[in-house]
């Protein structure tokens, strides 16, 4: 059990300037694509590659609609609070959004 948990905080330290990248838009395929044994870039990329796909929905829907800036500031706030957990070294699951995140076996 220690040597599984010196494996995960070597993973986050080593990962983390990275894995902030998960929260900001398109640049989640970064973490995505180029930390594949990075359990912990890979479980904040997979939320912000979610995150991403509902923001983008979530824009053409609601476009012309008056709280359409409100709807963008909720996903903003999500993701700043994503990045302050990955700097904070936290396994952070986003409610509903971490549930379809599993769903990918990228």
């Known amino acids: 059990m220690a040597d599984e948990n ?14 902030v990248l998960s929260y900001v838009w398109i640049l ?5 694509l180029g930390k594949r044994n990075s359990k912990f870039a890979q479980f904040h990329a997979k939320q912000g590659l979610v995150l991403f796909g509902i923001e983008i929905l979530a824009s053409f829907f609601f476009w012309f609609q ?14 700043v ?26």
Do not use: A, R
């Not at 010196?6 to 894995?19: M, R």
């Open 28 to 32: 989640c395929l970064v973490p995505l």
């Open 81 to 106: 609070l994503g990045i302050v957990k990955v700097l904070n070294g936290e396994w952070w699951k986003i409610p509903y959004i971490y549930d379809w995140s599993k769903k990918f076996n990228i």
């Open 6 to 19: 010196k494996t995960q905080d070597k993973d986050i330290l080593d990962n983390k300037n990275i894995t």
């Open 66 to 79: 008056p709280f359409h800036s409100m709807v963008m500031l909720v996903f903003f706030v999500i993701s």
